[in-house]
């Protein structure tokens, strides 16, 4: 009965990909940024990042299109105003939202993936991974 429960109501005390909601919201945040860093968007980037989101446990009391929208406007706004304080307080906050080293690491490497889709690293992208790895690895 209370397996019954727990599919009907998604109450699993732990979820299938091993992270927490605001983990997951984290990733997607840190994912979008990185794939505006060279003000290029390549459909890979979009792929990696869909195949990521597609793996996740997204809890279904939070609407992943409604969440991506602003968070896509968030990294847009960020990148328009960006200066090495504001980037550095929205890594820190992806990095305390991210907790554990496990899912740091995980994001690392989605982001690299990003960073390497169009086959070409750029400055700006090359810079944005140096900061990451400060603050996540």
């Excluded at 919201?25 to 979008?32: K, R």
């Excluded at 794939?35 to 968007?41: F, H, I, Q, S």
């Excluded at 899912?103 to 086959?119: E, M, N």
Aim: net charge positive; hydrophobic share 45%; with cysteine.
């Amino acid at each position: 009965m209370k397996n019954l429960l727990q599919k009907l109501f998604n109450l699993s005390p732990q979820s299938r990909d091993g992270l927490a909601q605001a983990q997951r919201e984290a990733m997607v945040d840190v994912l979008l940024y990185c794939m505006y860093a060279d003000n290029r968007l390549a459909l890979k980037e979009d792929r990696i990042l869909a195949d990521a989101v597609g793996q996740f446990s997204w809890d279904p009391k939070v609407s992943y299109d409604a969440y991506a929208a602003r968070s896509i406007a968030n990294a847009r706004a960020l990148k328009e105003s960006e200066s090495p304080a504001t980037r550095a307080e929205f890594l820190s906050s992806v990095a305390a939202r991210l907790e554990t080293r496990a899912a740091k690491l995980r994001t690392l490497g989605l982001c690299r993936k990003i960073f390497q889709a169009d086959g070409d690293v750029s400055a700006a992208e090359q810079e944005l991974l140096r900061d990451l790895q400060k603050h996540l690895a």
